[in-house]
T-cell receptor, first 113, second 111 residues
């Protein structure tokens, strides 16, 4: 198992600004994942963050918009840059505890006005 | 490519049994997972099937038929707290091994 915390839990931001979301895990993990979830929708993978290498982004997501840091095996950040109302969503980090099971953080609810 | 299909909503009565189906199409397939997510909460892992057949965990069971690319989650003795969204997910062996989630099934439970 893994215990994951995220900061902030929610935020209201103005368009054009940036927000950095932090994800902390209570154990060392190789891969961390960042997802976006619109209310009532499925989870969309933004990127996979490996320690010591560049994050791997999914189609439709770019590093300039969603820069990710992975400084060690227990921590990662996701920045949502130059925000617009379309970025309003829930952002979740997760880790793999096995080949088929992920643990998710509690999420960051972002509202862009 | 890959896709997962599951009903968008299911309604059942407290104490009853409900089945949530999931069909999948992937380039490669390891197994089928199920997650539960309550409103405002994080998805939590429920079960995993790599082989054909039924896996039982308390009131919840999950089934897989690899030949039919089909699985389901069975919830018995429904309780109001089971009201949540349920996602099936697969790991695509070809698409960089990433986990792909279905669109989710919203389960409504009536008293």
């Amino acid at each position: 198992s893994a215990v994951i915390s995220q900061k902030p839990s929610r935020d209201i931001c103005q368009r054009g600004t940036s927000l950095t979301i932090q994800c902390q895990v209570d154990s060392q993990v190789t891969m961390m994942f960042w997802y976006r979830q619109q209310p009532g929708q499925s989870l969309t993978l933004i990127a996979t963050a490996n320690q010591g290498s560049e994050a791997t982004y999914e189609s439709g997501f770019v590093i300039d918009k969603f820069p990710i840091s992975r400084p060690n095996l227990t921590f990662s950040t996701l920045t949502v840059s130059n925000m617009s109302p379309e970025d309003s969503s829930i952002y979740l980090c997760s880790v793999e505890v096995s080949s088929y099971e992920q643990y998710f953080g509690p999420g960051t609810r972002l509202t862009v006005t | 490519g890959q896709s997962l299909e599951q009903p968008s909503e299911v309604t059942a009565v407290e104490g009853a049994i409900v089945q949530i189906n999931c069909t999948y199409q992937t380039s490669g397939f390891y197994g089928l997972s199920w997650y539960q997510q309550h409103d405002g909460g994080a998805p939590t892992f429920l079960s995993y099937n790599a082989l054909d057949g039924l896996e039982e965990t308390g009131r919840f069971s999950s089934f897989l038929s690899r030949s039919d690319s089909y699985g389901y989650l069975l919830l018995q003795e429904l309780q109001m707290k089971d009201s949540a969204s349920y996602f099936c997910a697969v790991r695509d062996a070809v698409e960089d091994d990433k986990i792909i989630f279905g669109k989710g099934t919203r389960l409504h439970i009536l008293p």
